[in-house]
């Protein structure tokens, strides 16, 4: 039976250990805060949690689950505890910049990001069922050996993900269209009906806020660290993102501004159609 360690007990690291464990693999935690392993404890997202790695000495794959700047940082902070063969991964949701800090430091590393999440943080966040029919891509080299993968692999299905393999770059330029850019939209759109309005208007605007608000909203009502991370860690390609986004905005509003109603439901029924190969 593998034996798995988390480092990080949030969100996503919380949920791999609720499914590992559902699964019947023996889970062990990492998290820098006491409080934090005694709930995790608790709520049963791991066996058995300390604040020292030290814990990790008898793990076969860890999952470092901790913030995308602390990543590289945390590898280094367990390295000393790990057995010689120990495959790690991280979930972090940018890959080349982590790919390239972490890659001189372990050579066992497979790079890895779930493509789920909720606005929700923390040890009380985890949750069953998360990663159910969500993708989830790892970022092999070119050089890592076919058994670690695989391994990684078998637990990945396991969680009912759906797999994709791509080198990083790739990643982090179709992420920057689908996840990093939304994040930035949803939090523009919020603070745009947050402000600008008279408090009746205000209130009246929260009152019939409803599911379209919900949906458009939900993105950029999350963690906020989690949001600058994406920026700071994936900054060109969600630049040129923005940049292609601006425009698209640009022209919509040009079109509006003309009253060309005929090119605008052009537009729409472009994008209506478009919608459904991404979802
Ligand atoms: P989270 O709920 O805030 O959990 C972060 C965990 O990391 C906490 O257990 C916290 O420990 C620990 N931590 C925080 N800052 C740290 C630091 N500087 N050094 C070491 N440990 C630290 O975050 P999350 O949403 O699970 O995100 C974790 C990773 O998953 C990130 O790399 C993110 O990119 C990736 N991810 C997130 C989502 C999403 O939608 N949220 C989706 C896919 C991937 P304490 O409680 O002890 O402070």
Redesign the pocket.
Known sequence: MIRIGIV??????GSLGLEFRAQGYPVVGV???QT?CDRACERGLVDRAEVNARILADVDVVFV????G??A??LTHIIPHLQENTLVT????VKRPIVEAVRPLWPHFIGG??????EQ???E?GCLGLFQNAPYVLTPEPETPAAPLATLQTLVQGLGCRLYLCNPDEHDRAVARISHLPVMVSASLIATCSQGLSPEALKLAQELASSGFRDTSRVGG??P??GM?MAQYNQTALLAALADYRDRLGRIETLIKQGDWPALAQVLQATQAARSGFL
């Not at 990080?8 to 690291?13: H, P, T, V, W």
């Not at 991280?90 to 949701?93: A, E, L, P, R, T």
């Not at 990001?113 to 909720?118: D, F, K, N, S, V």
């Open positions: 990080g007990l949030g969100l996503i690291g998290s820098r805060r934090t689950c901790t913030p995308i602390a990543i940082p945390t991280d979930v972090g949701s990001h779930p493509m789920a999440g909720t943080q923390g040890v966040a999350g963690n660290e989690l991370m």
